[in-house]
């Protein structure tokens, strides 16, 4: 049993990880706890304006269309620390200037959208640096364990952070959880500076790095399909930060303590997938980026068509499992498919696409919802999910598409055929 549980976190033996871990549980749980309570802020600015909460959704993600492929080639060439800590920084200011808003009653809607943007300014560097930076600290042999834990504290702060904010809300206000999250962001910049170990660009001093030599390198087959499943299922299924919200006031008409359990609860779920994932050794296969992928479609659809709020709990809970399983699925058969120089631009497109996606979506969504309901927006995004997956399995199996071995890590083996070669 000790043995499992310490494979299980393996990677937490590299101190500078740990400190890292340690630091961003603190400030992602600040973050959760922010999102919450901007969400029931603007909620509560607009009488419940879906299409408000979509487009505060949309232009915190915006900047990551113009900027996360720069940000991506700066994470190749500088020290990631260094940008790591200055882009916690500036988050700690925007939040501390919007919580002051909130605190002294001069907030208004336009405030929200103005801040929301400057924070995904921001996250368009923050997001690519963090990534790579994982890799840069364990090497290669431990990244899918330290990939996989990332995402379980991820989803410990979500769990954490949503239950916590609701609470607060209710017994302190909107203005003071914003503060809370204002202080988190101090937790990661201090870990960021205890670190002992020494990190830098893969690239010496003097080397071009350019975008598109990311591109080039993501342009092969096997990164092709998981990379284009991202954006279909980002696009039109991973919708949550919007959808969550209106399902628990639309629908289950619920108060701020109950949005906070709904959160988490899809949150616990995603916790459980990703501790489940530290015991990849290495890149998943094609297939099982396809399965993930359908079994996400499968769930979330059953979540938009659920008659109790005691059945879309439990959905949720499986909906936030399958969300993370495909999630980490794809990320690590595209990280790992890539050389560690190249990973900062290569996520950089990965972060892109997911997360360049989120906009369109949420405005997608959040017309939709206005129109039609909610439940809509689930059963729509999920049915697209489940035939992009589907469409995956079948063009994987023509192809017969082999990962090539590029990193020097371990790798699951992919059981496809293997007299053939992927795309160049």
């Keep these: 049993m000790s043995a499992a549980v310490g494979g299980v976190f393996r990677s937490l033996r590299v101190r500078d990880f740990r400190l890292f871990v340690l630091g961003q549980i603190v400030s992602v749980a600040g973050t959760w706890m922010m999102v919450v309570a901007q969400d029931w802020l603007v909620l509560g600015l607009t009488g419940g304006s879906a299409s408000a909460l979509g487009t505060v959704t949309a232009l915190q993600f915006a900047p990551v269309l113009l900027?996360?492929?720069?940000?991506?080639?700066?994470?190749?060439?500088?020290?990631?620390?260094?940008?790591?800590?200055?882009?916690?920084?500036?988050?700690?200011?925007?939040?501390?200037?919007?919580?002051?808003?909130?605190?002294?009653?001069?907030?208004?809607?336009?405030?929200?959208?103005?801040?929301?943007?400057?924070?995904?300014?921001?996250?368009?560097?923050?997001?690519?640096?963090?990534?790579?930076?994982?890799?840069?600290?364990?090497?290669?042999?431990?990244?899918?364990?330290?990939?996989?834990?990332?995402?379980?504290?991820?989803?410990?702060?979500?769990?954490?952070?949503?239950?916590?904010?609701?609470?607060?809300?209710?017994?302190?206000?909107?203005?003071?959880?914003?503060?809370?999250?204002?202080?988190?962001?101090?937790?990661?910049?201090?870990?960021?500076?205890?670190?002992?170990?020494?990190?830098?660009?893969?690239?010496?001093?003097?080397?071009?790095?350019?975008?598109?030599?990311?591109?080039?390198?993501?342009?092969r087959f096997d990164l092709v399909v998981p990379l284009t499943l991202v954006a279909v299922i980002g696009l039109f299924g991973l919708n949550f930060q919007l959808t969550l919200?209106?399902?628990?006031?639309?629908?289950?008409?619920?108060?701020?303590?109950?949005?906070?359990?709904?959160?988490?609860v899809f949150?616990?779920?995603?916790?459980?997938?990703?501790?489940?994932?530290?015991?990849?050794?290495?890149?998943?296969?094609?297939?099982?980026?396809?399965?993930?992928?359908?079994?996400?479609?499968?769930?979330?659809?059953?979540?938009?068509?659920?008659?109790?709020?005691?059945?879309?709990?439990v959905l949720l809970f499986l909906t936030g499992g399958a969300t993370i399983f495909f999630v980490q699925a794809a990320n690590h058969r595209v990280q790992l498919g890539v050389p560690p120089e190249l990973r900062g631009r290569v996520l950089a497109l990965y972060t892109l696409i997911l997360q360049g996606s989120t906009p369109l979506g949420a405005l997608l969504v959040g017309a939709l919802a206005d129109h039609w309901g909610v439940r809509w927006g689930f059963v729509i995004g999920g049915l697209v999910s489940l035939a992009a997956g589907v469409g995956a399995a079948v063009a994987g199996r023509r192809a017969g598409a082999v990962a090539v071995p590029v990193d020097d890590g371990p790798r699951e083996r992919d059981r496809e055929p293997s007299g053939e070669r992927a795309r160049p």
Excluded at 245 to 264: D, E, I, K, N, R
Excluded at 278 to 283: A, D, F, K, L, P
């Design 245 to 264: 919200p209106l399902l628990a006031t639309q629908v289950h008409h619920a108060g701020a303590s109950t949005f906070g359990v709904v959160t988490a």
């Design 267 to 313: 949150a616990a779920g995603s916790l459980v997938a990703a501790l489940a994932t530290t015991v990849r050794s290495g890149r998943p296969s094609a297939r099982l980026v396809a399965g993930g992928a359908v079994a996400f479609g499968v769930l979330e659809t059953a979540v938009g068509v659920a008659s109790s709020y005691p059945l879309s709990l």
């Design 67 to 219: 900027l996360t492929l720069y940000g991506g080639r700066l994470a190749d060439r500088y020290d990631k620390r260094a940008l790591l800590t200055a882009a916690n920084v500036l988050s700690c200011g925007l939040a501390l200037a919007l919580a002051v808003l909130v605190v002294t009653g001069g907030v208004r809607l336009w405030h929200v959208y103005v801040f929301a943007c400057a924070l995904g300014v921001v996250n368009s560097f923050e997001v690519p640096a963090r990534m790579a930076f994982v890799g840069e600290l364990v090497g290669s042999d431990l990244l899918p364990n330290a990939s996989a834990l990332s995402a379980a504290y991820f989803n410990v702060a979500r769990v954490v952070g949503p239950a916590l904010s609701g609470l607060l809300i209710s017994a302190a206000g909107v203005g003071r959880v914003m503060l809370l999250n204002a202080a988190s962001y101090a937790a990661t910049v201090v870990a960021l500076r205890l670190m002992r170990g020494r990190t830098g660009p893969e690239h010496k001093r003097g080397d071009r790095v350019r975008i598109r030599d990311g591109l080039r390198a993501a342009g």
